[in-house]
């Protein structure tokens, strides 16, 4: 099944992926440095990794809507792809959590409890991210229909006049 949301022949989704991904992993390694005696800027920092990690997660989750959407049902990669949907949706709500905690706070420090959440959020991510490499490389989501070892180009012209920009 091809991507709905593409740039230059490629999809949207894996390229906002990495972003959110490596703040909130960033912002807990962060906050566990901080709480066990690192720099007391850390948990500033950690703070606002969590910040930008949310904005790029929701901008992940909307182009990934697109193709969620796309998915036909009944099938098994439309249950992997709501499950996927899912525990991104927990990921995002308990990093939110934690950042409203830490919204008006004295110290943006985290501390025992919140990292505890944070570490739970990490390893829900961590399922995500296989439910997802599960719904790319096993299931072929948002891979091209020409796709193939020896594929042309995602810019050849054919591909890249009609699929600049593109949703459909």
């Known amino acids: 099944m091809e991507s709905r949301l593409k740039v230059l022949g490629h999809p949207v989704h894996p390229m906002l992926v990495m972003f959110p991904v490596a703040l909130l ?3 807990v390694l962060f906050d566990v440095v901080d709480t066990v005696g690192g720099p007391d800027f850390l948990g500033e920092v950690a703070y606002w990794n969590i910040t930008v990690g949310l904005v790029g997660g929701l901008l992940a989750a909307a182009a990934g809507t697109f193709d969620l959407l796309a998915i036909p049902s009944g099938t098994r990669a439309k249950r992997v792809g709501l499950s996927h949907a899912a525990a991104n949706l927990a990921v995002i709500l308990l990093f939110a959590a934690t950042w409203v ?3 008006n706070a004295d110290s943006r420090a985290a501390g025992g409890a919140l990292i505890a959440i944070e570490v739970v959020a990490l390893a829900i991510l961590g399922i995500s991210a296989w439910l997802g490499g599960e719904l ?3 299931l072929g989501v948002g891979v091209d229909r020409d796709a193939g070892l020896d594929a042309p180009s995602s810019l050849r012209p ?3 006049t009609h699929r600049i920009g ?3």
Do not use: F, G, N
Request: glycine share 0%; no cysteine; charged share 35%.
């Open 166 to 168: 593109e949703v459909r």
């Open 101 to 103: 905690v830490r919204l």
């Open 158 to 160: 054919s591909a890249a």
């Open 25 to 27: 992993v960033t912002a």
């Open 136 to 138: 790319v490389d096993r």
